[in-house]
């Protein structure tokens, strides 16, 4: 591996393979950390080296290179993904896609030709200039790259009308494992069978490692508007959201935190007094008009009480600053370890079906009682659908675990799956059995097929 990462060094640039200690503190792992119930090295794992390849062509080349010596190799975006599927074992290569960052747009088709490691925030920009939105908006807009929140699906805040990143992909190049590059031919709809861009929507970085990738732009809305409100209860609050939710807005986002959070929970300044619903329109003016009234409407049916404008508008301005926290310093630490101490915390964010939300946030609060983990927050994103609880304890992260596994295979339960954003990673690898059943076993003999010498990491190889 030593000579090969030589040869490397030598056909990329000596500063496009670092190694040993010039491997930056960040490289060593991604944003999961040990708070979450994981055991964690904080310092993160020690990876062979960091590559940079500049090109899909020196992207086939490592993959090709690595994988003749034995070696193996996983992605690296923005490094922001929280389940530890961009952190390297020990003696892996970090596959670093940053700089793939070209970006394309073309007005006429509406279409961005993006390099898969740019960021979002810049790609966002761009389109901008030329009157277009991608309209993905995840907490982490400045640092994620389109190829990581491709690989996770993500979603962002708008994502009620605008998708998850994954639905906007409608064309894609990648490489696969032995360093076979193969391109899927930009449509909005292809044509019956096979589609290159479920192998890397949603897959980790598992079964091919995506280049460059075509997203479907729309046109910037001519309005954009907010509003929230607050209810006296969780199920009045969640009436409303499902009835607000049929008249289609671009963002919807419901948090309601449980009593005596605030005495444990490290950011309590995020924590709400009652049941919170913002809810965003944007597009034609006209439509926004109609769409801002039956959502008036609607709430107030619910016993809804209207929050001040400058609270809507904190809201949206600070959407964002969560992220600040974990940003790391030079030690790889982020504030938001540093913050939380002794109190370990993790959250589940599950997609199960609406009648299923209400009884969940009960039977998930008997299940942390007994525990004796505190709930902090239950959570509805961008569909009544998409719920997540946060829950926290100090000085314990064994329950911590504990807890996430139990209210996972209570969302299994329900019918529902485990994760709608974030993948799977490390953190929640030991549950993918529970989640897929048989179908896993199929997953496996597609990756066999794709990846014989298992250079990319597999879904759950960290069990
Ligand atoms: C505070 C905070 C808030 C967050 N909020 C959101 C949110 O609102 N919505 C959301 O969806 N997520 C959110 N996340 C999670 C994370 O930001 C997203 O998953 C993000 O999209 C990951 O992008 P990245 O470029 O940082 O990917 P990375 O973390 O670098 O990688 C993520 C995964 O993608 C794989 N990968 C990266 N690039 C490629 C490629 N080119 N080809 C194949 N595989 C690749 C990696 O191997 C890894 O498995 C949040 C994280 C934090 C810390």
């Given at each position: 591996?030593?000579?090969?990462?030589?040869?490397?060094?030598?056909?990329?640039?000596?500063?496009?393979?670092?190694?040993?200690?010039?491997i930056p503190a960040a490289f060593r792992r991604d944003l999961l950390t040990s708070?979450?119930?994981?055991?964690?090295?904080?310092?993160?794992?020690?990876?062979?080296?960091?590559?940079?390849?500049?090109?899909?062509?020196?992207?086939?080349?490592?993959?090709?290179?690595?994988?003749?010596?034995?070696?193996?190799?996983?992605?690296?975006?923005?490094?922001?993904?929280?389940?530890?599927?961009?952190?390297?074992?020990?003696?892996?290569?970090?596959?670093?896609?940053?700089?793939?960052?070209?970006?394309?747009?073309?007005?006429?088709?509406?279409?961005?030709?993006?390099?898969?490691?740019?960021?979002?925030?810049?790609?966002?920009?761009?389109?901008?200039?030329?009157?277009?939105?991608?309209?993905?908006?995840?907490?982490?807009?400045?640092?994620?790259?389109?190829?990581?929140?491709?690989?996770?699906?993500?979603?962002?805040?708008?994502?009620?009308?605008?998708?998850?990143?994954?639905?906007?992909?409608?064309?894609?190049?990648?490489?696969?494992?032995?360093?076979?590059?193969?391109?899927?031919?930009?449509?909005?709809?292809?044509?019956?069978?096979?589609?290159?861009?479920?192998?890397?929507?949603?897959t980790e970085g598992t079964l091919a490692v995506a280049t460059e990738l075509v997203?479907?732009?729309?046109?910037?809305?001519?309005?954009?508007?907010?509003?929230?409100?607050?209810?006296?209860?969780?199920?009045?609050?969640?009436?409303?959201?499902?009835?607000?939710?049929?008249?289609?807005?671009?963002?919807?986002?419901?948090?309601?935190?449980?009593?005596?959070?605030?005495?444990?929970?490290?950011?309590?300044?995020?924590?709400?007094?009652?049941?919170?619903?913002?809810?965003?329109?944007?597009?034609?003016?006209?439509?926004?008009?109609?769409?801002?009234?039956?959502?008036?409407?609607?709430?107030?049916?619910?016993?809804?009480?209207?929050?001040?404008?400058?609270?809507?508008?904190?809201?949206?301005?600070?959407?964002?600053?969560?992220?600040?926290?974990?940003?790391?310093?030079?030690?790889?630490?982020?504030?938001?370890?540093?913050?939380?101490?002794?109190?370990?915390?993790?959250?589940?964010?599950?997609?199960?079906?609406?009648?299923?939300?209400?009884?969940?946030?009960?039977?998930?609060?008997?299940?942390?009682?007994?525990?004796?983990?505190?709930?902090?927050e239950l959570g509805v994103w961008v569909a009544p659908e998409l719920v997540s609880?946060?829950?926290?304890?100090?000085?314990?992260?064994?329950?911590?675990?504990?807890?996430?596994?139990?209210?996972?295979?209570?969302?299994?339960?329900?019918?529902?799956?485990?994760?709608?954003?974030?993948?799977?990673?490390?953190?929640?690898?030991?549950?993918?059995?529970?989640?897929?059943?048989?179908?896993?076993?199929?997953?496996?003999?597609?990756?066999?097929?794709?990846?014989?010498?298992?250079?990319?990491?597999?879904?759950?190889?960290?069990?």
């Amino acid at each position: 591996m030593n000579e090969t990462l030589s040869e490397l060094a030598e056909r990329l640039g000596p500063d496009n393979v670092l190694r040993d200690d010039r491997i930056p503190a960040a490289f060593r792992r991604d944003l999961l950390t040990s708070v979450r119930g994981l055991a964690v090295p904080a310092e993160g794992w020690t990876p062979a080296a960091v590559v940079s390849p500049g090109s899909t062509e020196e992207v086939a080349e490592v993959l090709r290179a690595v994988g003749s010596a034995g070696g193996r190799v996983v992605c690296r975006g923005g490094g922001t993904g929280i389940m530890g599927s961009a952190a390297p074992p020990d003696g892996w290569v970090v596959l670093d896609l940053s700089r793939l960052d070209a970006i394309d747009i073309d007005a006429t088709s509406r279409r961005a030709r993006v390099g898969a490691g740019a960021r979002i925030a810049a790609v966002e920009a761009k389109a901008d200039d030329k009157g277009l939105v991608l309209g993905h908006d995840p907490w982490t807009f400045e640092i994620a790259t389109v190829g990581g929140a491709v690989a996770t699906d993500g979603l962002g805040y708008l994502g009620a009308r605008y998708g998850s990143l994954g639905d906007r992909v409608i064309g894609v190049t990648a490489v696969l494992a032995d360093g076979t590059v193969v391109t899927k031919r930009p449509a909005v709809k292809a044509s019956v069978g096979f589609d290159l861009s479920a192998w890397v929507i949603g897959t980790e970085g598992t079964l091919a490692v995506a280049t460059e990738l075509v997203l479907d732009l729309r046109e910037r809305p001519e309005a954009r508007r907010l509003r929230g409100y607050s209810f006296a209860t969780l199920e009045a609050a969640f009436t409303a959201t499902c009835r607000i939710a049929e008249v289609d807005p671009a963002l919807l986002e419901l948090s309601v935190s449980s009593p005596g959070a605030g005495s444990i929970w490290p950011f309590a300044d995020e924590l709400v007094d009652r049941p919170t619903l913002f809810v965003g329109v944007d597009g034609v003016i006209d439509v926004v008009k109609g769409q801002l009234e039956a959502i008036r409407q609607r709430a107030a049916e619910h016993g809804a009480e209207i929050l001040p404008g400058a609270a809507v508008e904190a809201f949206w301005r600070d959407r964002h600053a969560v992220v600040e926290r974990y940003r790391k310093d030079d030690d790889g630490m982020t504030e938001a370890e540093r913050r939380a101490g002794d109190v370990a915390f993790d959250f589940v964010h599950a997609a199960i079906p609406r009648d299923a939300v209400v009884p969940f946030h009960g039977e998930a609060r008997r299940i942390l009682e007994r525990r004796r983990v505190t709930m902090i927050e239950l959570g509805v994103w961008v569909a009544p659908e998409l719920v997540s609880i946060v829950f926290a304890k100090r000085a314990d992260r064994a329950a911590i675990a504990a807890a996430t596994d139990e209210l996972i295979r209570l969302v299994h339960g329900l019918d529902g799956s485990m994760e709608y954003c974030h993948g799977v990673g490390r953190r929640l690898a030991h549950l993918l059995d529970d989640e897929h059943g048989d179908a896993l076993a199929a997953y496996v003999r597609v990756k066999r097929a794709l990846d014989p010498r298992g250079v990319l990491p597999s879904l759950g190889e960290w069990v």
